[in-house]
């Protein structure tokens, strides 16, 4: 069953990246060859050779909330940063010339491969059941006379719905972050928070409501 496209993506990067992004007003799309896991490059791999393309790269969201391991996979350290697309928005970004495609990736068992539909323009939306807790959305370009290894991707920066820095950044340091991307051109109005994943205020009282009745 195809999974319902989520109203916001979120894109774990880091600090530099995101000035970049914001600044430039471009996203960009990287070749497969440098990811982590081989299976899900040997499929795009695949796929490129099945249309006899010479260039195959993507970009990467994830469709759900924030957790501790995206946190510590994707935006590791005190230079993480998540940012909150609004999905239609973002969309609309993509030109409709044949070359993009996106979409939700479909998580399956080694088993339940055996009876996937064996079409090749799937492979670039196919990804181990191991994964699915990342519940990725992709944007992929691809081309038959570009041997390029990036793209990009003008995005209007009203796409953005909000910035989250990681929870490691000390809070004087991230008041002086917070201020400079505020003062980027276009940037003024983006709210930019810090995460509580680990550190939260309700949490901690809840906590210390015991230690108060134990007194």
């Known amino acids: 069953m195809l999974r319902k496209t989520p109203s916001a993506l979120r894109r774990y990067t880091d600090l530099p ?19 982590d896991d081989r299976n899900d490059r040997n ?23 924030q957790t501790y391991h995206h946190w510590k996979v994707f935006a590791p350290g005190a230079a993480g940063v998540c940012i909150e697309f609004n999905t239609e928005t973002l969309l609309s970004s993509v030109p409709a010339d044949g070359c993009y495609e996106h979409g939700c990736v479909r998580y399956r068992t080694i088993s339940e491969l055996d009876r996937e539909k064996k079409n090749p323009c799937n492979l670039p939306f196919l990804k181990r059941s191991a994964f699915k807790d990342e519940r990725e959305y992709r ?26 820095i990681n929870p490691w950044m000390p809070t004087p340091l991230f008041e002086a972050v917070k201020k400079s991307i505020c003062q ?16 939260h205020e309700k949490w901690r009282n809840y906590a210390n409501s015991f230690a108060t009745h134990a007194t």
């Open 139 to 164: 944007i992929i370009f691809r081309s038959k006379e570009q041997d390029i290894q990036i793209k990009d991707l003008q995005i209007s920066l009203h796409a953005i719905r909000g910035i989250l």
């Open 17 to 35: 990246a995101l000035l970049s992004l914001l600044q430039s007003k471009h996203l960009s799309l990287l070749s497969p060859s440098s990811w």
């Open 43 to 65: 499929f795009m791999s695949a796929y490129a050779k099945a249309y006899a393309l010479k260039s195959v790269v993507a970009l990467c969201f994830c469709g759900r909330a």
């Open 184 to 199: 980027v051109d276009g940037c003024e109005q983006i709210p930019v928070s810090k995460s509580s994943l680990i550190d």
